[in-house]
């Protein structure tokens, strides 16, 4: 049995959560990323290797430790999602998308340095959606140099 077609207002929310997912690690703002999966697993995976963290902190601490922030407090990225697709199912919501991320900094010339998609998983609770789970599948990784500060895949 197919989910029905979720609603405009079921959509826009899940759809807020993920762009405001990209908004909060572009600008730095890595409380707030931590923030959207404080109720949530948060999954990275390339080739056989996958990373899972649990809550917020954990969230946080991931990405304060992975992520190479500049002077001026952004990790100079922007994360490009497109092709986003949602099934919702009562309080269950389940989309995937594909995201790019971009990069530029005073070694590194503009260009996309990772792409993927995002299979997430989605709860409303109380009248809201929230993340309740997020894996990340990078599909074609490039130049991270700059953006991260370890080898996740070494």
């Known amino acids: 049995m197919t989910a029905a077609a979720p609603s405009a207002d079921d959509w826009h929310a899940v759809e807020t959560l993920i762009m405001t997912y990209a908004e909060r690690v572009d600008l730095g703002d890595f409380a707030g990323v931590a923030e959207l999966f404080a109720h949530a697993t948060y999954r990275a ?15 946080l601490a991931t990405f304060e430790g992975m992520v190479r922030r500049y002077d001026d407090g952004t990790p100079r990225t922007k994360h490009v999602t497109t092709n986003l697709m949602v099934d ?53 990784i490039g130049d991270l140099s700059q953006h991260l500060l370890v080898d996740p895949f070494a």
């Open 45 to 59: 995976a390339a080739g056989d290797q996958v990373t899972s963290q649990r809550g917020a902190e954990a969230v």
């Open 88 to 140: 919702v199912d009562g309080d269950v919501a389940n989309s995937r998308c594909y995201f790019t991320v971009f990069q530029q900094t005073d070694v590194l010339a503009l260009q996309p340095i990772i792409a993927g998609r995002y299979f997430d998983r989605f709860e409303r609770v109380d009248g809201d959606w929230r993340f309740a789970d997020r894996l990340i599948h990078s599909d074609l």
